[in-house]
């Protein structure tokens, strides 16, 4: 079955400094999509970055990036330059075979 | 683009009532659809899916049911509702970022 782990219930960032999440998963799938997700306060989600497992290259938006280690089933993802307009749930999830598997989030605040 | 409208966004309703959420989708034909229930701050868990009209998978035994009545409708039901049974409650659609989900707004359901 598959799993995905955020071992990081809550973290801290001041505003303008680089913070990263962790996230690390588990599937016996080789055809995979990973993603990262934002929930603010009103609990909309929005996708904010997604990576295909066959792509060794790490997916980058905007301040958004991430460290794609396929081997080690890591997938995390780095805010630079936080912002307030950032603090939210972020959650990570692993999709193949029609469902996405999430994580069970992150809370990430930001110190102005 | 693909839209996912979901309403009621609240919902206030007493153990033993029925309920009825709607999810209707925009902007695509034929989309697997997917109800997620995520309880305070926590991550999602995914109720059911459908692949099609009439075609409904259950991932979860509990008070709940759903229906694919047309193409483009997901209905959560329950003849008599739980305690249990408060959350938020999410409906998501296939984005067109590839194996993205879009999400609907929510519905806020607390069982008094």
């Known amino acids: 079955a598959q799993t995905v782990t955020q071992s990081q219930p809550e973290m801290s960032v001041q505003e303008a400094e680089t913070v990263t999440l962790s996230c690390t998963y588990d599937t016996s799938e080789s055809d995979y999509y990973l993603f990262w997700y934002k929930q603010p306060p009103s609990r909309q989600m929005i996708l904010v970055i997604r990576?295909?497992?066959?792509k060794q290259q790490n997916a980058t938006e905007n301040r958004f990036s991430v460290n794609f280690q396929k081997a080690a089933k890591s997938f995390s993802l780095k805010i630079s330059d936080s912002q307030l307009g950032d603090a939210a749930m972020y959650f990570c999830?692993?999709?193949?075979?029609?469902?996405?598997?999430w994580g069970a989030g992150t809370k990430l605040i930001i110190k102005p | 683009s693909q839209t996912i409208h979901q309403w009621p966004a609240t919902l206030v309703q007493p153990v033993g009532s029925p309920l009825s959420l709607e999810c209707t989708v925009e902007g695509t034909s034929n989309p697997n659809l997917y109800w997620y229930r995520q309880a305070a701050g926590r991550g999602l868990q995914l109720l059911f899916y459908s692949v099609g009209i009439g075609q409904i998978s259950s991932e979860v035994p509990q008070n709940l049911s759903a229906s694919r009545p047309q193409d483009r409708q997901f209905i959560l039901s329950s003849k008599k509702l739980l305690l249990s049974d408060s959350g938020f409650y999410l409906c998501a659609g296939p984005a067109q970022v590839n194996y993205g989900y879009t999400f609907g707004s929510g519905t806020r359901l607390t069982v008094v």
């Open positions: 990576q295909e497992a066959y």
């Open positions: 999830a692993s999709y193949s075979n029609y469902q996405l598997i």
